[in-house]
């Protein structure tokens, strides 16, 4: 059965045994900080404290989730973080690769990807490389909207997710481009991936990730683009809602307190047909052009033969006689690069297991060493 499929129709039997009355933990700070992706990674489907039918349009809520479907919004508990390191991450679950994060949460990926699914999107494909074709392609999903709420200093801030991160270099803020909803992957035990690996909203590409940014851009160190905006962003801990919107391709970005920027359509996504009740005018020079119309004429653009059947002959005189050479050594540099690029991703995960581990043991430490109040009378 196709994934999606399979993660919808658990969907559906969630919301069937769910409707029961438990008491909800709305409150982020007071969620297992400590608990890591591992623990809970086999937990693919949300464990809903209180459902209602989609079709009233009120609210659904899981773990640290809520789903409101006549908004169209996905809002999800989270806590920030004070990151100085370069960014890959806006958010991760809690025990996940916080060293590189904006922001943690309590709540599950695949509770989150199930969000989704309700307001009626359907995930697209993290960036994968084609082997006809020779190169790597982009990620490409529905497009979001991601913003953050909080309080600060007494007041309560609501600005799009893309302006608490900067440019490493020149310290201007992220444009407020669109994200896409790639849906991370289901592996072949059935997990959940974004679940063990503890992606949620990634600033770079990886394939388990829910949420991907819509360009090629590598998790390498040295090519890291973004880091967090600590004099935006409130205090580590805060309580910060971010909220996930679905986004049309006519619609803009919108923040707190400044003019909306236009959206861009992921560039790996194919430009949807519209109709012509829908599609903008033609320029005036071709408006009334029709079928019948004979092809324009460009006098004095005449190319010059026997210039290009000398060209020609000169690149098949070079070129020809290497051919088997140069596929030799592109196919030896594709194996090359290709068995460099595995190597390195497991490091990188490798890096995560261990980091993980130091901030395990780092919080034990910390709990052990820390004063307790005294028990005695």
Same mark, same amino acid.
């Given at each position: 059965?196709?994934?999606?499929?399979?993660?919808?129709? !658990?969907? !559906?039997?969630?919301?069937?045994?769910?409707?029961?009355?438990?008491?909800?933990?709305?409150?982020?700070?007071?969620?297992?900080?400590?608990?890591?992706?591992?623990?809970?990674?086999?937990?693919?489907?949300?464990?809903?404290?209180?459902?209602?039918?989609?079709?009233?349009?009120?609210?659904?809520?899981?773990?640290?989730?809520?789903?409101?479907?006549?908004?169209?919004?996905?809002?999800?508990? !989270?806590?920030?973080?004070?990151?100085?390191?370069?960014?890959?991450?806006? !958010?991760?679950?809690?025990?996940?690769?916080?060293?590189?994060? +904006?922001?943690?949460?309590?709540?599950? @990926?695949?509770?989150?990807?199930?969000?989704?699914?309700?307001?009626?999107?359907?995930?697209?494909?993290?960036?994968?490389?084609?082997?006809?074709?020779?190169?790597?392609?982009?990620?490409?999903?529905?497009? +979001?909207?991601?913003?953050?709420?909080?309080?600060?200093?007494?007041?309560?801030?609501?600005?799009?997710?893309?302006?608490?991160?900067?440019?490493?270099?020149?310290?201007?803020?992220? $444009?407020?481009?669109?994200?896409?909803?790639?849906?991370?992957?289901?592996?072949?035990?059935?997990?959940?991936?974004?679940?063990?690996?503890?992606?949620?909203?990634?600033?770079?590409?990886?394939? &388990?990730?829910?949420?991907?940014?819509?360009?090629?851009?590598?998790?390498?160190?040295?090519?890291?683009?973004?880091?967090?905006?600590?004099?935006?962003?409130?205090?580590?801990?805060? $309580?910060?809602?971010?909220?996930?919107? @679905?986004?049309?391709?006519?619609?803009? +970005?919108?923040?707190?307190?400044?003019?909306?920027?236009?959206?861009?359509?992921?560039?790996?996504?194919?430009?949807?047909?519209?109709?012509?009740?829908?599609?903008?005018?033609?320029?005036?020079?071709?408006?009334?052009?029709?079928?019948?119309?004979?092809?324009?004429?460009?006098?004095?653009?005449?190319?010059?033969?026997?210039?290009?059947?000398?060209?020609?002959?000169?690149?098949?005189?070079?070129?020809?006689?290497?051919?088997?050479?140069?596929?030799?050594?592109?196919?030896?540099?594709?194996?090359?690069?290709?068995?460099?690029?595995?190597?390195?991703?497991?490091?990188?995960?490798?890096?995560?297991?261990?980091?993980? &581990?130091?901030?395990?043991?780092?919080?034990?430490?910390?709990?052990?060493?820390?004063?307790?109040?005294?028990?005695?009378?």
């Amino acid at each position: 059965m196709n994934p999606i499929r399979l993660l919808a129709l !658990c969907l !559906c039997l969630s919301l069937a045994g769910s409707c029961v009355n438990r008491p909800s933990s709305s409150n982020q700070s007071t969620s297992t900080a400590t608990e890591s992706p591992a623990d809970t990674a086999n937990q693919t489907m949300p464990s809903s404290v209180m459902t209602t039918s989609a079709a009233t349009g009120q609210t659904n809520k899981f773990d640290h989730i809520t789903v409101d479907v006549a908004a169209r919004q996905v809002r999800v508990q !989270c806590q920030a973080l004070h990151v100085t390191a370069p960014l890959e991450f806006l !958010c991760v679950r809690n025990g996940g690769p916080e060293h590189e994060a +904006l922001l943690r949460t309590a709540a599950r @990926p695949s509770d989150i990807h199930l969000g989704l699914l309700m307001l009626g999107l359907q995930p697209g494909k993290p960036f994968f490389y084609s082997e006809p074709a020779k190169r790597w392609f982009a990620p490409s999903g529905p497009p +979001l909207r991601l913003t953050l709420e909080f309080e600060k200093d007494g007041r309560q801030i609501r600005a799009t997710a893309n302006r608490f991160m900067r440019d490493i270099q020149t310290h201007q803020p992220m $444009p407020d481009l669109p994200w896409i909803f790639v849906g991370s992957q289901i592996m072949d035990d059935g997990t959940y991936a974004a679940n063990l690996a503890g992606y949620v909203v990634s600033t770079v590409n990886f394939e &388990l990730t829910v949420i991907d940014v819509p360009a090629l851009r590598s998790s390498a160190n040295d090519t890291l683009e973004w880091e967090a905006d600590l004099d935006a962003l409130p205090a580590e801990g805060t $309580p910060v809602t971010m909220i996930i919107e @679905p986004v049309g391709q006519d619609e803009q +970005l919108s923040e707190a307190s400044a003019p909306t920027t236009s959206t861009v359509p992921p560039a790996s996504a194919a430009p949807e047909k519209s109709d012509s009740s829908s599609a903008a005018p033609a320029p005036a020079t071709t408006a009334a052009t029709t079928q019948n119309d004979p092809e324009p004429v460009y006098h004095g653009l005449q190319p010059d033969q026997q210039r290009l059947d000398a060209l020609k002959q000169r690149w098949e005189k070079a070129v020809w006689p290497s051919a088997a050479t140069l596929q030799s050594a592109a196919q030896t540099h594709y194996d090359v690069i290709m068995s460099l690029r595995q190597e390195q991703q497991r490091l990188i995960e490798e890096a995560d297991r261990i980091q993980r &581990l130091i901030d395990d043991l780092d919080r034990q430490y910390q709990d052990i060493t820390t004063p307790h109040p005294s028990t005695l009378p």
